[in-house]
């Protein structure tokens, strides 16, 4: 009889459930690339730019359509470099645009089981092309950080 | 996964069926031998595998397992017991795609608890192991976490942090509780439920070692797992 409970209590242990495994909230996650706009004629003000179009190049949706002083923008990983294309629609028929690339090595940081990876970059040098050539609305471009490990710094300005 | 619990269920049934047998025997077997009788009881040497292992790598293409088992009765109830075994298995895990290669070696003893009549080999047996892994991890491809998905989806199939990881291993403790029972001749079957302690493992490189060959999956929470087997084994008396 002893054999017999113990196996019905086998049978019960064995349909044992598994956690599920979710990547918490607040995990850093691979980071984007943090811009801020600011003044070009005074350096240390920021300036906020009003319906900037933001769109990856090759990507028929925009990123989004901005307004501020400081954007995320996400940045291909399986490319070492990542084209947008920041335009204003001043009116319907004229357009300011400047097309920007960010250039970067990839590298990538375990996290856990639930998230997997996460990818870091640091930027190549030069970091940046203006890939327009006629006048733009954007002056100047500095870099500020050299590796883009979490979103908490500004690592590029745009002046403007 | 139904197709191994019906397997499973099915095991069991046979399992109940076979003790069934042995215990309407037993009051016949008590009714004669009345005289006790000090007869030096034999080693008994038992050896076999486990069925789950090779009965997974059936149903899972991505699963290859061997385990071989074995006991020998020293000392009164006790028996000195170990499991030998090999494992392959490849597992999408959330983003992870990772192959975990490698074999494992449990060595401790086993303590019986059933009072068998004479000549019987059943047991309902308790026990410790100690045991070591070697293994390899390899991450096949894998796709990093982020939040934004503007871009296309990008999975990294080769460079970066893709590749194997050798030499790994790892070193736990299982408590053991399981019984065996005789089907017929000396063969018997048995079954043992484990549950480890995972005291420390080698790290690979910007990787974890998610599963560990005879441990099972590694949590990152805890540093429990557990385990069970099922095993067809063959018993050979050994008189001194």
Known sequence: MNFRIFFIVCLLIQSSCERDDICLEGTPATPSLIVVFRDYQDTEVKKSVENLVIQGFNQEEILQTFTGDSIALPLRKNFEFSQFKLSFNVDTDSLIADSLQFNYDRFDLYINRACGYKSNYVFKEPSHYLLTKSEGWIQNIEKLKDTISDEQNTHLVIYH | ?240
């Open chain 2, 1 to 240: 996964m139904s197709k191994i619990r019906t397997w499973l269920f099915t095991i069991n049934l046979i399992l109940l069926c076979g003790m069934g047998n042995a215990q309407e025997s037993e009051p016949l077997l008590e009714s004669i031998d009345t005289i006790q009788k000090r007869v030096k009881k034999p080693y008994t040497l038992r050896f076999g595998i486990d069925l789950i292992k090779p009965a997974t790598a059936q149903f899972e293409k991505d699963y290859f397992g061997l385990e071989l088992v074995g006991d020998l009765r020293l000392y009164g109830d006790f028996y000195i017991a170990t499991e030998i075994g090999n494992e392959k298995r490849t597992e999408q895990s959330e983003l992870i795609n990772f192959t975990t290669a490698g074999s494992y070696v449990k060595l401790g003893f086993d303590y019986n608890m059933f009072k068998n009549w004479k000549g019987m080999n059943n047991a309902i047996h308790l026990g410790l192991r100690l045991c070591n892994s070697f293994h390899t991890q390899t991450v096949n491809s894998y796709e990093t976490y982020s939040l934004n998905h503007y871009w296309p989806t990008e999975i990294t199939q080769n460079g970066f942090q893709t590749g194997e990881r050798e030499s790994l291993n790892a070193r736990w403790a299982e408590v053991v509780v399981g019984i065996k029972v005789r089907l017929i001749d000396n063969f018997y079957m048995g079954f043992s439920l484990r549950m480890n302690r995972l005291f420390s493992d080698t790290e690979p490189n910007n990787f974890d070692n998610l599963y560990i060959p005879g441990f099972n999956r590694k949590t990152d929470e805890n540093v429990w797992g557990a385990g069970f087997n099922y095993t067809l084994t063959y018993a050979i008396p050994i008189r001194l």
